[in-house]
């Protein structure tokens, strides 16, 4: 008898110290959440000798201790999942899985046009390695995180009398990052330089990735070139149409040849 009331002291003690533990803890969390707060201050007070005690008689006995602790559980579970730190760790948990998953492992081979993904009529030229040390690169200090990339040409005209007319010439770049970051900020290196210069007309193409396109029209003569330059994941292309002696706009043909290469990158 004198052992099971010393038992039910200490068992006492112990749930007043968890419990004011836990009614201070939800205190301090309602500064950051305050649903969060209260679930912990309510499990706290449910665990509290005198409250408990209250419950207890409240429903006659027909509320045991059990059924207290797991109540105890779910609010401090409920608590602890609403905090911000628990959103924070699982939102961090997420991002780096979905880096990982996200990230576009395809070769370049893969991810650049063929002969029969382009029109017939254009001739196609050598595909071109690029390196680290490329100006494309080097110039814009994109060496870090870059991996890989090639570019090449394909190009029409007609043969005319005096010189040729309806020249199209269009440029594929293809250049892979360590990851999206690195990606991101070489296209926005290149959108922003662009910008800062000035002297075009910012047009709209259609694709999966995130492109910035323009077009800077020298007339009929001197040529016309539309450009995108896009970014998907860590994969970024860069497509431009030069035409000369030419009366068509660069755009269609530009928003074709983005297609074929946001269908392939992807």
Known sequence: MVNEIKQNKIISVILWIVAVFFILGGIIEISKSVLSGILIIVAGLIILP??????????????????IIILFLGLLIGGMISSPNYTN????????????????????????????????????????????ESEVISFRNAQEGFEEGSIFSITKYKQGIVSVTDFVEVTFGVYKFEDLDYAKEFKGQVANSIREGGGYEEINVRANANCFSWKEDHGYLEGRV???????????????????NNFKQPDNILEDMVKIVDNKVK
């Open 226 to 244: 539309a450009s995108s330059i896009c970014q998907n994941k860590n994969v970024v292309f860069w497509i431009s149409v030069s035409t000369v």
């Open 50 to 67: 005198p409250i408990t005690k209250i419950i207890k008689q409240s429903s006659k006995g027909k509320i045991k201790t059990w059924m």
């Open 89 to 132: 760790i699982n939102e961090e948990g997420q991002t780096s899985n979905q880096v990982q998953q996200e990230l576009i492992t395809k070769s370049l081979e893969e991810m650049l046009p063929k002969s029969y993904d382009l029109p017939t009529e254009y001739s196609i030229g050598e595909i071109e390695p690029v390196t680290k």
